[in-house]
């Protein structure tokens, strides 16, 4: 049984910080990529961090500077640290995991983060 399991959201003032965690198991084939996605109440979900198999990342520009993505990928594990919050990084944030062979996504149910001002 696929499961991708996020933790570590919550609420947290203007220039706080907040580590999330996300494990994926069951997946049968190598994962290429995993990543931390968001979705604020009445937008698109947006790639927020993501970082290969092989270590190499990439951040949306809004949170270069800020957001560290770092895995674990000998347990398929994938962190993202986020520091200097801002009251427009809340939302739902997704974690993702994706095989290339065969292409496939699988998502976690989100976890909530809100940044007061």
């Known amino acids: 049984q696929v499961q991708v399991v996020e933790s570590g959201g919550g609420l947290v003032q203007a220039g706080g910080s907040l580590r999330l965690s996300c494990a994926a198991s069951?997946?049968?084939?190598?994962?290429?990529?995993m990543g931390w996605y968001r979705q604020a109440p009445g937008k698109q979900r947006e790639l927020v961090a993501e970082?290969?198999?092989?270590?190499?990342?990439n951040y949306a520009d809004s949170v270069k500077g800020r957001f560290t993505i770092s895995r674990d990928g000998g347990k398929n594990t994938v962190y993202l640290q986020m520091n200097s919050l801002k009251p427009e990084d809340t939302g739902v944030y997704y974690c993702?995991?994706?095989?290339?062979?065969?292409?496939?996504?699988?998502w976690g149910q989100g976890t909530q983060v809100t940044v007061s001002s």
């Open positions: 993702n995991a994706r095989t290339f062979r065969p292409e496939n996504d699988y």
């Open positions: 069951g997946i049968r084939f190598r994962i290429n990529v």
């Open positions: 970082v290969t198999s092989s270590g190499i990342t």
